[in-house]
Structures are given as C-alpha cells and as structure tokens.
C-alpha cells in the first residue's frame, strides 16, 4: 500500500461542507439556488445563472449511468499507488448532473451506458466518500 | 457568440527563433527565452531596440517568464508589454496582433522558455476549477479527461486504439526528420499497442514529453513587415473561442466548441479545410488531435480514427500534420514550437521534412478544455 494520504475534503469550506455532511448520512445532495432554482455540479460560490449566492441542497437519487471511465495503470499520484488498477468514472446522475468518482469492482466489466450506483464509503468520523459501483 | 474580427488582420511574423530542445540542465526559462528571443531577432534582421511590443508566456506551474522578469535580461523598455498566464503561441499571436491593431506597439516580440523538464515539473496533478474533486477521486493529470474522452469517441463512433495510435506512430515518423525532436527511434503500430496502458486506453506515446527549450517570434503590421524580410509569414485569420464554465458546460470533454472556433477562423480567412496544406494541431495528447482534425473539418465528427488509419497525416500524407512531431515526439513546449515549425515550413525552410509547394498552414490551440485558438498562416498575404 501506498505511504502517501489520500486526499481528503476541506469540512470547513462553506461551499462544499452541506455536501459532505449529506455523505456522513448517506445522502446523495447537490446545491440548488435558492433565488432561480439552478442546480450545478461542482458547488460554486455563487449561481452561475442569476450571480447570485445562496443555496439549498438537495438530495438527489444517487445513481445513474457511467458516460465514460479512465482506467489507471500507473499511479501519476502516488497516494493512489496501492489502488491499481483503478477506474475513475464520469456519472450522468438521473438529474442530468453529471460527476467524477472511482468505481468500484472489477475495471474489465466497465461500459459505457450502464446503470450504476453510489456507494458511501466513510474514511473515518467525519469524511464519507461516494463511490460508485455497477448495477 | 463572437462573429469574429472581420477581414484579414495585416499581420505578419518576421521572426522565428527556437533553442534546442529536450534538456537544458543549467539554464533557467528566461534565459532560455533569451536565447530564443536573439534567434528571432536574427532572423527578423532587426535590433532588440525595434521592439516596442513584448508579449510573454509564463513556464506552466511556475513563476518565470514574466514581462516584468524578462524585462531587465532582454534591455528593453517597450511600450506595450504583458504576460500570459496559460500562454501558448497562439493566444500570445493574438494579443501581438491585437496590440499592433490598437496602436498600443508596432514590432512585438513574443518569447518563451521552459527548464519543465530539469526542474521536474510534472502535470500529475488535477487542473482547473473542479480541481479539488478532481483530486478526491484520483482524477489526476489531463490523461484521465483524456483517455475519458478517447473512451467516449470509441463508444460513440468505434473508433479503435489501433486508429488513435496512428497520431502517434505518424508524428514520430515526421520526428524522425527532425533533429531537435527529443523522440526520434522509430515506432511503428506494433510498438505503439505493445506499450502499456497510462491511462487505458491512453499509452505512454499518447502523451507529451516534458521538456525544456524555448522560442520566439517578431511580429509586425504586414505593412511594414514587407520592408523587413522577403518571406513574412501573414495571418489570414485568428480565432478564439472558450469553454471556461468548464463542468458546467454540456458535453466539456469532447469539446464540440472547438467547431466554432474553426468557423470563425475559416470565415476570416476566406478560406475552408480543403485549403489546408499543413495543420499544427495541438497535442498535449494524441486525443485532441483526433478531436480537432474532425471539429475543423477534415473529416467528419466521428471519422478521425478511420482518416488517420488511412494515412493522411503521415510524411507523404495529404494532410501532414504536426510536421515536427508535435508534442507527443518533439518537445513539450506549449505549443510554441508548433508555430515555429510552421513559419518554417511556410518559407520552405525545414530541411528533410518540408512538404512541397505548402502554402497554409493552419495552427489551432486549445488550453486543455477552457478555450482554444486559431489562425491561417501563409506567405501569400491575401487568400
Ligand atoms: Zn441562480
């Protein structure tokens, strides 16, 4: 395994810290704004739409299906050298967001197209990653 | 959306310089910039004390190269001068157009320099604005958006590895004609699908070599251009257009709006792909040029892999494309030797590997997913 930490989330970004809370309970949430009703992926600081601040999170379905995946063979980060091979996946939520994560099992069943599914995985008390695996 | 500049600019390059490229162990990149710049002045056969424009690139993930830091080593005080964060010979081409446009200077010098290379920086790392979740999920290096884009392509239209892998095998062969070119054994198909996977389905010949070296331009009005050099090199058309909201856009990793950006530079130009005798596309991987020899039309959206199977691209190819061997063979150099190469083909000047009779050159850009940049180079001054 590697020796290197995994990257972990910023808890105390405002920005993103509702997301991260939502995980911890096994919710799926995205922002929405609160003046238009503009739903993104990745949270911003403002509503790219009206330019305005203020957000509702909402929880959405936490499945979809995979667009397209890269598959890693070497670890051009070296806190991933103890993953591979591993597979980072780009989710068309049923939303219509679409998001980055890792997938779990084996990387030769992946494909375009199919259905998949979140999976909460906490790293310790206070972060649980979302993970996505195969239906 | 931008309907573009309107007619012909009147915009000429005098000057072309470049350093060896590869490594440069002791020097640092705005000394390597230097050394690029005395090139480009040489061969514009002008004085440093010409330059009232100075338009610099700043070496990727660092400090150096600003305008401020070059300022004091090149002994100029011009009167227009600034730096590009992301740089790139064709953004930086623009602004010196633009400047000269706008009165703002006369005769730009446009320098780069990078010791990327000796001093190890990498682009393992994610980039841009989604960067932190990105990095959460071991989305690291362009690679990945990459080699999801090239899985997407062969989702949407069969393209297969074999295919890709002819943007690499063919631009080797042209490095092979290239004796700056830090790549120059030959591969063949077979070599390339032996590689192992970076980034499946992206080999290690799908991505750029880092490296140091440098190079510079001098450009004028086409005006004045035409006292100083009997081979200026006009531009027929600029174009640019961005994707900056970046994950927020519809479709970011297989980047439609780079078709824009080919409208607009071929409308300004009077001209159309059939025109194009030479394309430098920029290659930081091998996808994009599978991605821009279709949205600038060469074939159709969906065909590359069969257009590049065929050959086109190769020495002896219809389309000869990054004639160096672009990034993936020659040097990393942000797409500032891309140009270099075709001001000298353009003036017949590049030796083994000159493509007869070409007469334009199309040089398009892009900065990863955010935006892109092109322009129709050639001797004649007019279309
Ligand atoms: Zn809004």
Redesign the pocket.
């Known amino acids: 395994m590697s020796t290197v930490e995994k990257p972990l989330p910023d808890l105390s970004d405002p920005v993103t810290a509702p997301f991260w809370a939502a995980t911890r309970e096994g919710r799926l949430t995205v922002p929405r704004?609160?003046?238009?009703?503009?739903r993104l992926w990745p949270p911003e600081a403002?509503?790219?739409?009206?330019?305005?601040p203020?957000f509702a999170w909402e929880e959405v379905e936490p499945a979809g299906t995979l667009w397209s995946y890269a598959t890693y063979h070497r670890a051009l980060d070296p806190a991933f050298a103890g993953d591979l091979p591993y597979v980072v996946g780009l989710v068309e939520l049923s939303c219509g967001l679409k998001m980055y994560g890792i997938m779990r099992g084996d990387p030769g069943d992946m494909a375009i197209g199919r259905a998949v599914t979140a999976v909460f995985e906490p790293v310790n008390d206070d972060v649980t990653f979302v993970r996505w695996q195969l239906v | 959306m931008s309907t573009g500049i309107g007619p012909p600019p009147g915009i000429a390059i005098i000057g072309a310089g470049a350093t060896e490229q590869g490594e440069i162990p002791d020097e640092s990149p705005e000394v390597i910039a230097v050394r690029a710049s005395v090139a480009a002045l040489r061969d514009a056969g002008i004085d440093k004390s010409a330059i009232d424009g100075l338009i610099t690139c700043k070496a990727p993930l660092t400090t150096h190269g600003t305008d401020e830091g070059m300022g004091p080593l090149l002994g100029i005080n011009p009167d227009y001068s600034t730096t590009l964060d992301y740089g790139m010979a064709g953004f930086s081409l623009h602004l010196a157009a633009m400047a000269i446009q706008a009165g703002l200077a006369s005769t730009v010098l446009l320098t780069y320099g990078t010791n990327a290379r000796s001093a190890k920086i990498g682009f393992s790392r994610p980039i841009g604005g989604s960067a932190e979740w990105a990095a959460l999920a071991g989305f690291l290096h362009v690679a990945g958006p990459a080699a999801m884009a090239a899985r997407r392509h062969m989702h949407l239209y069969g393209t297969t590895e074999e295919q890709l892998g002819w943007v690499s095998v063919a631009q080797r062969e042209w490095a092979a004609l290239n004796p700056r070119a830090v790549f120059r054994t030959p591969m063949t198909i077979d070599d390339y699908l032996a590689q192992p996977y970076v980034v499946e389905p992206l080999r290690r010949a799908d991505l750029t070599v880092i490296s140091d070296g440098g190079a510079a331009f001098v450009v004028t009005s086409s005006e004045r251009a035409a006292d100083l050099h009997d081979k200026p090199v006009h531009l027929l058309g600029m174009a640019q257009r961005s994707a900056i909201r970046n994950e927020q856009n519809e479709d970011k990793l297989m980047r439609p709006w780079l078709g824009g950006i080919a409208d607009q530079v071929y409308r300004n130009a009077g001209l159309g792909p059939d025109d194009i005798d030479l394309a430098y596309l920029q290659d930081g991987t091998s996808v994009w040029v599978l991605q821009m020899l279709e949205w600038y039309g060469f074939c159709g959206v969906g065909e590359a892999g069969p257009f590049l199977a065929e050959g086109h691209t190769r020495p002896g190819g219809r389309l000869p494309v990054n004639t160096h061997g672009g990034q993936l063979s020659e040097s990393y150099t942000h797409n500032w030797m891309h140009l270099y190469e075709a001001v000298a083909q353009l003036r017949g000047a590049a030796g083994d590997r000159q493509v007869p009779a070409a007469e334009v050159a199309l040089h398009a850009q892009t900065h990863d997913f955010w935006k892109g940049a092109a322009t129709i180079l050639s001797t004649r001054s007019a279309a």
């Not at chain 1, 403002?46 to 305005?52: I, N, R, S, T």
């Open positions: 704004s609160t003046v238009c009703g503009y403002v509503c790219p739409e009206c330019l305005q203020g």
